[in-house]
Each structure stands twice: as structure tokens, then as C-alpha cells.
């Protein structure tokens, strides 16, 4: 069974270009996360979809990041335009539906290099 | 809010050594709380987990127990090897917040030959 596919695992980009991270959970998981995970903390919540609703983007900064997960499969986070303190790694999980508080399966994670 | 406070890293151990990472939270709720690994270039995955008062999570050789009490969840391994070698992060996810994991900051273990 393939696990959680993230893309691209490395991006250098310039302050004020856009980016975007492409996430696709594992099959039959319903329950999709974004995490921010800076260097030497844990990780923290942009959002977080159950199917193609966003139920949790408390977190996310609204004027320059956006997500979407249009058909409830896979997910795109994008950030426009990056700023330099962007600079960290993307991570996105998956758990099924219904689960609450089990498991959360992760990718490698998208690491975003902002000069 | 739920949170999670663990020791910091780095850890650095000689192989067969005993290894103790603490962890503690604060949760409304009744929270589950996990032990998760990421191995240098990988993602994080899950170690172990306990979803009650008193619940010990094993796997690999690590354990932690929860601990109501005390608010706790240390992890241990009686005998590393340099395998080991990660970063671990304590989680936990309360009934209060459904579906929502809040991570401690990571713990680097570095197992030495």
C-alpha cells in the first residue's frame, strides 16, 4: 500500500514568488492535514480537511497561504507570495475518517528554502 | 489550550545505554496520547500510543506509560542502538478537539557506537 506522497521534497525560491505543494494521502483516507514543522519544532496545524471540507483553518494565514482539496483525494497548499520566515518544511498526513484520536500517517514532508 | 512540553535534545547516548525522554501535557478532555519517530530523511511515524489512564504503548523495544496522575508520558528504551538515532516527538489528541494533534517540539536522540 503506497503511503502519504508529497511533492516536491525540495524548493528554492526567491521572497515574493509563489509556490505550491502537492499532497496525495493514502487511499481511503478521508481525513487530510497541512502541518508547518519549523527547524527543531514539532509540527503545527494550517488545516485540516475532512473529505473537500476544510473543518479546521484556524491556523492558516489566509492572506498568502491557501489550500484546497477540490474532488476530497488529493490536496494543494500554496503560498503567495512567499516571505522569507516561510522558510521550513510542509508536511501533510492522512488518517482515515472517523478515527478522532488514532493514527496520522505522514509524508516526508516539502522542504521550502525562501532567499 | 492542549499542550505538550518534552525534554529537549539533543540526547546522546552510548549503544546499549538506557534511554528516558520526557514528556508531559495539559488537555481538556480525555486526550490519547503518542510517541512519534522520524528518522533522518523520512517522515514521522508512529511509535506507540495509549488511549487511557494507565494504558502502556510498546513497540521496537520502547515503552511509555500514561500517567493521569502526573500528566504524563515518558518514553523509554532499556537498551538503544544507534538505529535509534532520530527525533521523537510526543502528541496527543483530546476528545475536547477532535481530530487535532498537538505535537511537543522534538527530542533528537543521537546513539553513539
Known amino acids: 500500500e503506497a503511503g502519504v506522497v508529497q511533492s516536491p521534497r525540495y524548493k528554492i525560491i526567491e521572497k515574493k514568488q509563489p509556490v505550491a505543494f502537492w499532497c496525495n494521502p493514502i487511499?481511503?483516507?478521508?481525513?487530510l492535514y497541512w502541518y508547518l514543522q519549523n527547524l527543531g519544532q514539532g509540527p503545527e496545524l494550517l488545516i485540516r480537511?475532512?473529505?473537500?471540507?476544510?473543518?479546521?483553518d484556524s491556523q492558516l494565514p489566509k492572506d498568502r497561504f491557501s489550500a484546497e482539496r477540490l474532488k476530497g483525494v488529493d490536496s494543494t497548499l500554496k503560498i503567495q507570495p512567499a516571505e522569507l520566515g516561510d522558510s521550513a518544511v510542509y508536511l501533510c498526513?492522512?488518517?482515515?475518517?472517523?478515527?478522532?484520536?488514532?493514527?496520522?500517517?505522514f509524508g516526508e514532508g516539502s522542504r521550502l528554502t525562501v532567499l | 489550550g492542549d499542550s505538550v512540553t518534552q525534554m529537549e535534545g539533543p540526547v546522546t547516548l552510548s549503544e546499549e545505554a538506557f534511554l528516558t525522554i520526557n514528556c508531559t501535557y495539559t488537555a481538556t478532555g480525555y486526550p490519547s496520547l503518542f510517541w512519534y519517530v522520524q528518522y533522518p530523511g523520512e517522515g514521522l511515524q508512529l511509535l506507540l500510543k495509549?488511549?487511557?489512564?494507565?494504558d502502556k504503548g510498546s513497540n521496537k523495544g520502547f515503552e511509555a506509560t500514561y500517567r493521569k496522575e502526573t500528566t504524563s508520558f515518558h518514553l523509554e528504551k532499556g537498551s538503544v542502538q544507534v538505529s535509534d538515532s532520530a527525533v521523537y516527538f510526543c502528541a496527543l489528541s483530546s476528545t475536547d478537539s477532535w481530530g487535532k494533534f498537538q505535537f511537543g517540539a522534538g527530542t533528537q536522540v543521537v546513539v553513539t557506537p
Open positions: 487511499s481511503g483516507h478521508n481525513t
Open positions: 498526513a492522512s488518517s482515515p475518517l472517523g478515527q478522532g484520536t488514532g493514527e496520522l500517517f
Open positions: 495509549a488511549t487511557k489512564a494507565d
Open positions: 480537511y475532512e473529505n473537500e471540507e476544510a473543518v479546521d
